[in-house]
Every structure is written in structure tokens, then in C-alpha cells.
């Protein structure tokens, strides 16, 4: 059975940004989750980004029986397609410091050389499994890019030194067929995001999916069954607790 997460930002963007994280990991504990996902980009002041705060917070996911991720929007190739050591430091301390179990970072302009060496060096040390993420930006959303980073990766001799998130949303901002996505990258896939879309063009917004939706249950067919999935859409913000309850034990049945 695979662990649920809920990422902060389904409880509300602005309420999160307003109350900290703090104010949500009791709710993610008590609707039964199993993980919870700090967000980088909602952390208002710098002080709370600060390592020592970070591992305070992460004490306080811990003391609730969560274990954590960490988002970060940093990429791991920067725009020359050349790997970003200092980004991927960075992402790496501070989640070392929230004990986080995934750090997951956008894929970024990756060209063709992984620069594998320079990965496995940098994140020996730590304890967070290094994972990124299909973005919905073209340069961090592209099926065949990912592709050849995991190749370039596996030509490098590091196959296994970088996982992936796959966001079953994101790939629609690309214009990639998420299905097709999940057939060549599932045995990378080591966390899932989990969402609905609706909209058009740069206009799409994510949604909570159907209980009894097809384009779900077919995703999750292909997909590892036993990696963590994380609610990463809006709860109805009228009954939060209730509707994180009913949302948990629906991605735990899916």
C-alpha cells in the first residue's frame, strides 16, 4: 500500500503563506496521511528558511508521525544545461535540515550531459533521496528530455543517483500525453503527484480529481503501486479536515 502525502499547498496557497506550515501538520496527521510536503516558495520570511528553523519544523512534522518532503522551485540544470552544484547543495542542506525523505527539484535545460560524478559527490553525504519533477514549463516538462537525462545518467555509470516525481497534472501544460509519459518513465518513479486539470493553454489550474476517474485509474496501472502519492490539489476550503480525510483514504484505495 503506498503512503499518502499531502503537499502544503492543498490546504490554500495564501493560507499557508499566512499561518506557516505549522498550522497544517496536524490536519495532514489527523486526515491520516502518512507524509507531509513542506513547500519552499510558501515559506514567507527568510528566517523561516533558515536551516535551524527548518530542522525545527521537521522536528515538529516528526513529533506528529509524518515523514517529509521538501519542494523546492530550483532546477538542477541551470539555463545552459550545465548542472547547478550550488542549487543542488542548497536544496540538499536545507532539506537534510527538515530530515525530509525527498528533496524534489525541477529537472531545469538538462542538454545531454548528466554530469553524474559531480551529483553522486554532492549528495553522498546526505541523507534526502534527490528526485525531480516534470514542471509545466517546456524546458522542465519535455517527455524526451527526461529521458535522456535518465539515459545519460545510466552512460555516465550513476543510473540510480537521481528519481523522479511524476506529477500526473503537469505533463498537459507541455502538451506531452501523460499515459505515454508514464509508460516510459515508471521505473524511475519513486513519488507521485497526484491531480486534476481543467482549463486551457497556460490557463489550466489544478483540480481535485473524480473519485471514479478513468484517467487516474489507468495512470496508476502503469505506475509503481507502491510509491507515495501526494495530494497536491485544492481541498474544499469550506470543510479542509473533512475533505483531506475523504481524500486520503480515496488515493489510498485508488
Given at each position: 500500500?503506498?503512503?499518502?502525502?499531502?503537499?502544503?499547498?492543498?490546504?490554500?496557497?495564501?493560507?499557508?503563506?499566512?499561518?506557516?506550515?505549522?498550522?497544517?501538520?496536524?490536519?495532514?496527521?489527523?486526515?491520516?496521511?502518512?507524509?507531509?510536503?513542506?513547500?519552499?516558495?510558501?515559506?514567507?520570511?527568510?528566517?523561516?528558511?533558515?536551516?535551524?528553523?527548518?530542522?525545527?519544523?521537521?522536528?515538529?512534522?516528526?513529533?506528529?508521525?509524518?515523514?517529509?518532503?521538501?519542494?523546492?522551485?530550483?532546477?538542477?540544470?541551470?539555463?545552459?544545461?550545465?548542472?547547478?552544484?550550488?542549487?543542488?547543495?542548497?536544496?540538499?542542506?536545507?532539506?537534510?535540515?527538515?530530515?525530509a525523505r525527498f528533496v524534489k527539484m525541477q529537472l531545469g535545460a538538462f542538454a545531454s550531459y548528466a554530469d553524474a560524478?559531480?551529483?553522486?559527490?554532492?549528495?553522498?553525504?546526505?541523507?534526502?533521496?534527490?528526485?525531480?519533477?516534470?514542471?509545466?514549463?517546456?524546458?522542465?516538462?519535455?517527455?524526451?528530455?527526461?529521458?535522456?537525462?535518465?539515459?545519460?545518467?545510466?552512460?555516465?555509470?550513476?543510473?540510480?543517483?537521481?528519481?523522479?516525481?511524476?506529477?500526473?497534472?503537469?505533463?498537459?501544460?507541455?502538451?506531452?500525453?501523460?499515459?505515454?509519459?508514464?509508460?516510459?518513465?515508471?521505473?524511475?518513479?519513486?513519488?507521485?503527484?497526484?491531480?486534476?486539470?481543467?482549463?486551457?493553454?497556460?490557463?489550466?489550474?489544478?483540480?481535485?480529481?473524480?473519485?471514479?476517474?478513468?484517467?487516474?485509474?489507468?495512470?496508476?496501472?502503469?505506475?509503481?503501486?507502491?510509491?507515495?502519492?501526494?495530494?497536491?490539489?485544492?481541498?474544499?476550503?469550506s470543510d479542509l479536515a473533512d475533505d483531506a480525510k475523504r481524500r486520503v483514504a480515496w488515493l489510498t484505495a485508488a
Open positions: 500500500m503506498a503512503d499518502i502525502v499531502i503537499v502544503a499547498s492543498a490546504f490554500g496557497i495564501e493560507a499557508v503563506r499566512r499561518s506557516g506550515h505549522r498550522t497544517w501538520v496536524k490536519v495532514a496527521a489527523d486526515a491520516g496521511a502518512a507524509g507531509f510536503e513542506v513547500r519552499r516558495e510558501l515559506i514567507a520570511g527568510e528566517s523561516d528558511a533558515s536551516l535551524d528553523a527548518l530542522a525545527r519544523l521537521g522536528a515538529e512534522i516528526e513529533e506528529r508521525g509524518l515523514w517529509t518532503v521538501y519542494s523546492t522551485p530550483a532546477t538542477l540544470y541551470d539555463e545552459r544545461g550545465i548542472l547547478d552544484a550550488d542549487a543542488l547543495a542548497s536544496a540538499q542542506a536545507e532539506a537534510d535540515a527538515l530530515g560524478v559531480n551529483i553522486s559527490r554532492a549528495t553522498a553525504g546526505g541523507r534526502t533521496r534527490v528526485v525531480v519533477e516534470n514542471g509545466q514549463r517546456a524546458a522542465d516538462g519535455s517527455l524526451a528530455r527526461f529521458v535522456a537525462f535518465f539515459a545519460a545518467l545510466e552512460q555516465e555509470g550513476a543510473g540510480q543517483a537521481v528519481g523522479m516525481t511524476f506529477d500526473i497534472g503537469n505533463w498537459h501544460w507541455t502538451g506531452e500525453l501523460p499515459l505515454a509519459a508514464a509508460r516510459v518513465l515508471a521505473p524511475r518513479v519513486e513519488y507521485i503527484h497526484c491531480k486534476g486539470v481543467a482549463g486551457s493553454g497556460m490557463r489550466r489550474f489544478a483540480t481535485a480529481p473524480a473519485a471514479d476517474d478513468p484517467f487516474i485509474a489507468a495512470l496508476f496501472a502503469v505506475l509503481p503501486r507502491d510509491v507515495p502519492r501526494g495530494i497536491e490539489f485544492p481541498l474544499d476550503q
